[in-house]
C-alpha cells in the first residue's frame, strides 16, 4: 500500500461518477482519503502536477464499487443442490425437505469463527480484486443467538483485516431452523426478543433484514421483527417477491425500508410504495440466473417510476454462487435490458444508497477517494465483456492496494 497522504494525479481519463458518464476527458488528483481535483482536461493547469506522482493517462475512473447484498460467511458447499437443480429440483423443494438455506447452517453452525473467517476470505478478496471498496455481508447461515453473533464478528474481523469497508446485517429470519419446526413465531420472537438486542447491544449489526417468502416467513412476521429492529435504531431492509407475490416490499417500503432485494414478482402497488418511501429496488442477477427463474423483474416500470435501482452479487452458497461483480453488470443487461450505465450506477451510487451510505459510491471534489481506474476505453465495456484483470488501480480511502 501506498503512502495515502501523497497526492495522485489521473489525466486525460474518462469519468463514471457513479450516476452518469461525464462529457470530456477529466484529470483526477487524490490526496490523502479524499479527492481534491476532478476537473476537465480542458481546464487542466500544468501547475497541478507539482508534487503529484503521476499515475497514467487514459483508461476509465469509477468509484469504488459497492456490493450492497452478500452472504460471503459460511461454511460448506451446495455443488449436490446444484446438480439436484440441473436434474429438475426446484429451490422451494429442496428448501422443504432440509436442505438449501439449511444444509449451510448445519456445515456454519459446526465451523469455528477462525474456520468460518479463513473461508471468507478468498470470497472476500474475489470482490476486492473486481474493485469492490464497500460490501454488505450478512449473517443467516446461524440461526441461534450465538451463531448469529458468531457470523456477525466475522464479518466485522474481516472489515478490520482488510482494506474494505464492510457493512453489516443481521438476517436471523433467513430460515426456519429445524429445531422450531412448526414453531415459527416462537422463532420470531427469538429474533425480536434476544437476537436483535444482542447484535445491537454489542454494535454487530448495521441493519436487520428477513426473508419474506412462503418458505421463509410472513409479512406479519416480518413486519414484527422490523419493529423491533427499529425499537433498536437498526434500518431495515428485506428479500421480497423473490419466488412469489406477498406484499412483504410494500409493507417494508411503509417502514422505511433502505432497500427490497429480489423483486421479481413485484406489482404496482409495491413499486408505489418504493417511490414514495425512496427505497432502493435490489436487482440480483446472479439468483436469477443460477435458479434459472423466468419471471423478470419489473425493471421498466421501476424505471419509469424512478426508483433507484442497485445491482449486487448475493454471492452466497446457493442461489448465487458467483463472486464476480462485473458478471453481474453484465448478467443485469442482458437479462433485463438493464443499460451498462443504469448497472454501473446500480453497483456505486445506487448501491450506496441502498445501504445508507449516501455520498459513497460517486466521483466529485471532496469525495473520499474509494475509486477504481480500469484498463477499458468506455465505462460501458465493463459490462459488455466478462473479462478479469481490467482493474488497473484501485484505492480505498486513497490507498492504493492494487496496480502500485
Ligand atoms: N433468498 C434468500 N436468500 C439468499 C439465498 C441463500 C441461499 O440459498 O443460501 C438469496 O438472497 O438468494
Ligand atoms: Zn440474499
Not at 1 to 18: E, H, K, Q, T, V
Not at 103 to 111: D, E, G, I, L, Q
Request: glycine share 8%; hydrophobic share 45%.
Amino acid at each position: 500500500m501506498s503512502n495515502a497522504m501523497s497526492r495522485c494525479l489521473w489525466r486525460d481519463i474518462i469519468i463514471f461518477d457513479g450516476l452518469r458518464t461525464r462529457p470530456e476527458p477529466m484529470a483526477v488528483i487524490t490526496e490523502g482519503a479524499r479527492i481534491i481535483t476532478l476537473s476537465p482536461m480542458s481546464e487542466f493547469d500544468e501547475q497541478w502536477a507539482k508534487d503529484c506522482t503521476e499515475m497514467g493517462r487514459g483508461g476509465v475512473m469509477t468509484p469504488g464499487l459497492v456490493d450492497c447484498h452478500t452472504h460471503l460467511i459460511f461454511g460448506g458447499s451446495r455443488a449436490e443442490e446444484f446438480e439436484a437443480r440441473l436434474e429438475g429440483a426446484s429451490y422451494e423443494e429442496i428448501a422443504k425437505k432440509g436442505g438449501g438455506i439449511i444444509s449451510t447452517v448445519r456445515a456454519t453452525r459446526a465451523a469455528s469463527e477462525d474456520e468460518l473467517f479463513r473461508l471468507a476470505q478468498p470470497r472476500l478478496e474475489a470482490l476486492m480484486a473486481e474493485g469492490v471498496t464497500s460490501v454488505e455481508i450478512k449473517s443467516g447461515y446461524g440461526l441461534t443467538l450465538e451463531d448469529e453473533l458468531k457470523m456477525l464478528r466475522v464479518a466485522r474481523r474481516l472489515g478490520e483485516r482488510f482494506p474494505i469497508q464492510v457493512v453489516t446485517t443481521l438476517l436471523g429470519a433467513h430460515a426456519l431452523p429445524p429445531e422450531y419446526q412448526d414453531q415459527s413465531d416462537a422463532y420470531v420472537d427469538l429474533v425480536c426478543q434476544e437476537m436483535i438486542p444482542a447484535a445491537a447491544a454489542a454494535g454487530l449489526a448495521d441493519a436487520v433484514d428477513v426473508f419474506c417468502e412462503k418458505i421463509a416467513f410472513s409479512v406479519e412476521q416480518c413486519e414484527r421483527i422490523f419493529k423491533a429492529a427499529q425499537q433498536h435504531g437498526l434500518p431495515i431492509k428485506i428479500h421480497a417477491e423473490q419466488l412469489s407475490n406477498l406484499g412483504g416490499t410494500a409493507m417494508a417500503a411503509r417502514h422505511g425500508a433502505l432497500s427490497a432485494d429480489h423483486i421479481e414478482y413485484l406489482d404496482d402497488h409495491g413499486i408505489a410504495a418504493m417511490r414514495e418511501a425512496n427505497t432502493v429496488a435490489v436487482i440480483l442477477p446472479g439468483a436469477f440466473h443460477t435458479l434459472r427463474e423466468t419471471q423478470q423483474p419489473p425493471i421498466e416500470a421501476l424505471r419509469q417510476a424512478g426508483v433507484p435501482m442497485a445491482i449486487a452479487t448475493d454471492a452466497n452458497p446457493g442461489s448465487s454462487p458467483l463472486f464476480m461483480p462485473t458478471l453481474m453488470l453484465n448478467l443485469a443487461c442482458t437479462l433485463f435490458r438493464m443499460t451498462p450505465q443504469e448497472a454501473l450506477a446500480g453497483m456505486t451510487a445506487h448501491g450506496a444508497t441502498a445501504l445508507g451510505l449516501e455520498g459513497l459510491g460517486r466521483l466529485y471534489e471532496g469525495a473520499v477517494a474509494n475509486l477504481c481506474v480500469w484498463d477499458v476505453e468506455t465505462p460501458a465495456e465493463l459490462a459488455y465483456a466478462v473479462q478479469p484483470g481490467r482493474l488497473r488501480h484501485r484505492l480505498f480511502q486513497g490507498v492504493i492496494t492494487h496496480g502500485l
